[in-house]
C-alpha cells in the first residue's frame, strides 16, 4: 500500500522545525514591541535599524541597566547600519528601540550623568 501522499510543509516533522524556528524574539514579545517602528527610508535600511534596535533591548533586558556607551560597546560593530556613524546609529537606531520599550513600561530611562536604560 502506497502512503498518502502530502506537501512537503505538511510532513509532520517539517511542522515540529517550524515551531522550532520561533525566534527569542517572538517569544519576548519585540516584535510586538516594535511592530509599528518603521526606521530607514529602505526596506534594507530599515531591517538593519530595526536589527539593531532589537539588539539592543535583548542586551538591555540580558544586562539590566545600560549607558549608551555600553550599547556601543556590546552592539558595534555587529549591529552597525550602513552608511551610518557612531551619533546617528544611536539616535535612529537603538534609542528609538529603547524609548518604545519605556512606553510600553518594559524599560525605564534615569536621565543622568550618566543617561542609564534598565529593564524592568
Known amino acids: 500500500m502506497t502512503p498518502p501522499t502530502m506537501r512537503p510543509d505538511e510532513h509532520p516533522d517539517q511542522t515540529a522545525l517550524d ?4 525566534t527569542s524574539d517572538d517569544r519576548d514579545g519585540f516584535e510586538d514591541l516594535l511592530a509599528d517602528w518603521t526606521p530607514g527610508r ?3 535600511k530599515r531591517q538593519e535599524q530595526r536589527d539593531a534596535g532589537r539588539a539592543a ?10 549607558t549608551r556607551s555600553d550599547f556601543e560597546d556590546e552592539l558595534l560593530p555587529a549591529f552597525a547600519v550602513e552608511d551610518q556613524s557612531k551619533e546617528t546609529w544611536w539616535r535612529k537606531s537603538v534609542r528609538p528601540a529603547l524609548r518604545l520599550a ?5 524599560a525605564v530611562h534615569h536621565h543622568g550623568p550618566p543617561h542609564e536604560y534598565e529593564w524592568v
Open 102 to 106: 519605556v512606553d510600553d513600561g518594559r
Open 57 to 66: 533591548l535583548r542586551v538591555l533586558r540580558d544586562d539590566g541597566r545600560m
Open 42 to 44: 529602505t526596506d534594507a
Open 19 to 22: 515551531d522550532a524556528s520561533e
